[in-house]
């Protein structure tokens, strides 16, 4: 029996212990809470639950939560920092751990409810783009994986600051204390800075960059390389189908046919010409605009009534709502051309290679510009600009103004311009004071017009000059209307009146907004067509009604045309993960 006793107090003294170490471990943790970081870091979590510019999944939702959080807390230690630096009064211990406790309880308790409430805040910009509401937001998942990237980043944080201390220690040797932690955080910030931006970015960049190549370069049975020797890709043509890519290969493929012009018009139509050059069809982006003006020529794309020089976006895609409705517009007598310039998605290119496919597209304009000025004006096509995304911000780089001046190209369409485009920037900032920032309007409109989904009016206005640009983007559209400032200013396009389809619950918080935009912009063209990044057929006929003027098209037939195109619809509409 006494064996047996001392076996039970053995094992009470046991457990005694291990409730001792857990709560040991409980008042370490409370202990190394910082409060003010807490209050921070929760209020600016409650905010990042408020909507953005567009639906966001609970995987989203939690990723700029715990980012925000993160934020906020970081901004709590730097002020608990400063106030221990100067040597302002702070609480004992055993008060300052029941402060944390308290704070602990009052941030659970404020953030919960919020959790609930994110789903009628998603469900205000999910009604505006017609889809159907949430019946719940999956709170729990959302707070886990905000609570992930949270202790992520902290773990990193903690990193830093012990290489900090660490480098520190061997520069104190040598160098005064305080230099020593200045040069300490210099070297560890630009360690890090180091590591992220050249290692971990551009592993991260090729990995992408080798995962879309290898998807352009997949071969689809369902696209078959044409027997019209007049087709890119063809056997006659200078372009192989193979180096074609899979974007270029259904641009080719795609499209409307004779059958099908001939059957809406009512009257004979053509076969629109479309030439495109892959990315692998020649070595340097010159070669590259060589070969497509020589395919041009090949195909007597130079015969049409109009010309258009497409820019790609970052995958080397084209809209199809773009060019199918300008193709019917002009009953097929119209040729486009492009050149692809990357394999990388335009959102991953813009966030980290803005720049990319400029000398591709300046490339492309300068040789097709330069043998069409050659041209008699009164025997060559009306020349014209089109881009999307990235594409949009190239194709705008692609002409220099002062040098086609005295014999200009007819115009441009510009759909969903990136925040970075400098002429996009320039006019809507010099914009009329009267007129919102999310649909400008420029000095008198005789140059450069704004339009979205529901701005027809502002493409009817008389006076057009002899170019004609027009800008279609949609103020939920965070490519566009993304900014680095909303890190610490509101954006103008938050004033009133807002957009047709911006949540009405949009407010700006500092630091959160930013986040917010930041995850927006990857699931931009996930969006419902009509809004986002996804632009529809409708307003593409509208906007290109103003720009290229096409003949003989009454206020009924335009909308048998759109009538058309919400009947048929579009697979590749909508469908832009590879963008």
């Known amino acids: 029996m006494s064996r047996?006793?001392?076996?039970?107090?053995?094992?009470?003294r046991a457990s005694k212990g291990e409730r001792e170490m857990a709560f040991q471990r409980v008042g370490g943790?409370?202990?190394?809470?910082?409060a003010p970081g807490l209050l921070l870091g929760t209020l600016m979590f409650v905010a990042s639950l408020t909507p953005s510019l567009l639906p966001?999944?609970?995987?989203?939702?939690?990723?700029?939560?715990g980012l925000s959080f993160f934020a906020g807390y970081g901004i709590g230690v730097v002020i608990r920092w400063i106030w221990t630096f100067l040597e302002l009064p702070v609480p004992e211990s055993s008060v300052s751990r029941r402060i944390r406790i308290i704070v602990l309880i009052v941030c659970g308790a404020t953030a919960l409810p919020f959790l609930w409430l994110a789903v009628a805040w998603q469900n205000s910009i999910r009604s505006l783009m017609e889809l159907a509401p949430l019946d719940e937001g999956q709170p729990l998942y959302v707070a886990l994986v905000a609570l992930a990237v949270f202790a992520a980043l902290v773990t990193i944080a903690r990193l830093f600051r012990l290489t900090i201390h660490a480098v520190s220690q061997r520069l104190k040797q040598v160098i005064p204390r305080r230099l020593a932690y200045v040069l300490g955080f210099a070297i560890s910030a630009a360690l890090f800075w180091s590591i992220a931006s050249g290692l971990l970015l551009r592993a991260g960049l090729r990995m992408a960059d080798s995962s879309y190549q290898q998807l352009d370069a997949?071969?689809?049975?369902?696209?078959?390389?044409?027997?019209?020797?007049?087709?890119t890709g063809s056997m006659a043509s200078l372009v192989s189908w193979e180096n074609l890519g899979r974007t270029g290969r259904?641009?080719?493929?795609?499209?409307?046919s004779v059958e099908d012009l001939t059957a809406f018009l009512g009257e004979d139509a053509v076969a629109p010409i479309r030439v495109y050059v892959g990315l692998n069809s020649a070595e340097t982006p010159e070669e590259q605009a060589k070969l497509a003006l020589e395919e041009l020529k090949r195909v007597n794309a130079f015969d049409r009534s109009v010309l258009i020089l497409v820019t790609p976006t970052g995958t080397g895609w084209i809209d199809p709502a773009a060019m199918d409705t300008v193709e019917y517009l002009h009953r097929g007598d119209i040729a486009s051309v492009a050149v692809q310039y990357s394999y990388l998605a335009s959102w991953l290119a813009l966030l980290t290679e803005p720049d990319y496919g400029v000398e591709t597209a300046r490339a492309l304009f300068s040789e097709v510009y330069g043998y069409w000025t050659t041209l008699p004006q009164d025997q060559r096509p009306k020349l014209y600009l089109h881009g999307l995304s990235l594409g949009a911000l190239?194709?705008?780089?692609?002409a220099d103004l002062f040098d086609a001046i005295g014999d200009p190209f007819h115009g441009a369409l510009w759909s969903g311009p990136p925040f970075s485009s400098e002429t996009w920037r320039a006019a809507t900032k010099g914009r009329q004071p009267d007129s919102p920032a999310w649909l400008p309007r420029f000095r008198d409109s005789s140059v450069i017009r704004?339009?979205?989904?529901?701005?027809?009016?502002?493409?009817?206005?008389?006076?057009?000059?002899?170019?004609r640009i027009v800008y279609l983007q949609y103020a939920?559209?965070?490519?566009?209307?993304?900014?680095?400032?909303?890190?610490?200013?509101?954006?103008?396009?938050?004033?009133?009146?807002r957009g047709p389809d911006v949540s009405p619950h949009l407010r700006w918080f500092p630091v959160v907004t930013f986040f917010q935009l930041i995850i927006d912009m990857p699931a931009s063209t996930w969006a419902p067509v009509g809004y986002g990044h996804v632009y529809a057929p409708d307003d593409y006929i509208d906007a290109w009604l103003a720009v290229t003027a096409p003949s003989g098209w009454s206020s009924e037939d335009v909308d048998r045309l759109k009538s058309r195109f919400k009947q048929s619809g579009n697979p590749e509409t909508g469908v832009q993960a590879a963008r």
């Open 394 to 398: 190239n194709s705008d780089l692609s």
């Open 56 to 65: 966001r999944t609970p995987l989203m939702e939690g990723v700029v939560s």
């Open 476 to 497: 939920s559209d965070p490519i566009t209307f993304f900014e680095p400032q909303a890190l610490y200013r509101p954006p103008d396009w938050l004033d009133n009146p």
């Open 250 to 256: 259904r641009f080719v493929s795609s499209g409307p």
């Open 218 to 231: 997949l071969v689809e049975d369902i696209v078959q390389k044409p027997p019209d020797p007049s087709k």
């Open 450 to 467: 704004f339009t979205n989904q529901h701005a027809l009016p502002s493409l009817l206005n008389p006076a057009w000059g002899p170019m």
């Open 29 to 34: 943790i409370v202990t190394s809470v910082c």
């Open 4 to 12: 047996i006793a001392e076996t039970m107090v053995g094992q009470e």
